[in-house]
């Protein structure tokens, strides 16, 4: 079993920045591929960013390429999404997930079909 708790959302005015943090327990934390999702009302969940379990592999959507940043520190099991430059449209719960089936050498899980475990989500709100 894995345990994910997302905190550090909060209500930001368009421009700023926010950083988020799943903290992880249970299984070897090292061992796992990590995505950052986000679900807006009435949209589908969709992935935001995702890190190989090195820190080697990244992924970002196009929408954040060069706003936010994921990386993680495998000594305390926690992943981060630095979030700058925030806009309206980044307003969402923001969930983080871990794929257990991952392996050195594979392509980063995109599709939250992949992920085997997820947070309870946290909520960002950015105003205009």
């Known amino acids: 079993q894995v345990h994910l708790v997302e905190s550090g959302g909060g209500l930001v005015q368009a421009g700023g920045s926010l950083r988020l943090s799943c903290a992880a327990s249970?299984?070897?934390?090292?061992?796992?591929?990590m995505g950052w999702f986000r679900q807006a009302p009435g949209k589908e969940r969709n992935i935001v960013a995702a890190?190989?379990?090195?820190?080697?592999?990244?992924y970002y959507l196009d929408s954040v390429k060069g706003r936010f940043t994921i990386s993680r520190d495998n000594a305390k099991n926690t992943v981060y999404l630095q979030m700058n430059s925030l806009k309206p449209e980044d307003t969402a719960v923001y969930y983080c997930?871990?794929?257990?089936?991952?392996?050195?050498?594979?392509?980063?899980?995109?599709?939250?079909?992949?992920?085997?475990?997820w947070g309870q989500g946290t909520q960002v709100t950015v105003s205009s």
């Open positions: 249970g299984r070897t934390f090292s061992n796992y591929a």
């Open positions: 890190i190989s379990w090195s820190g080697s592999r990244l």
């Open positions: 997930a871990a794929d257990l089936t991952y392996s050195s050498g594979d392509s980063l899980p995109l599709s939250f079909r992949e992920y085997d475990y």
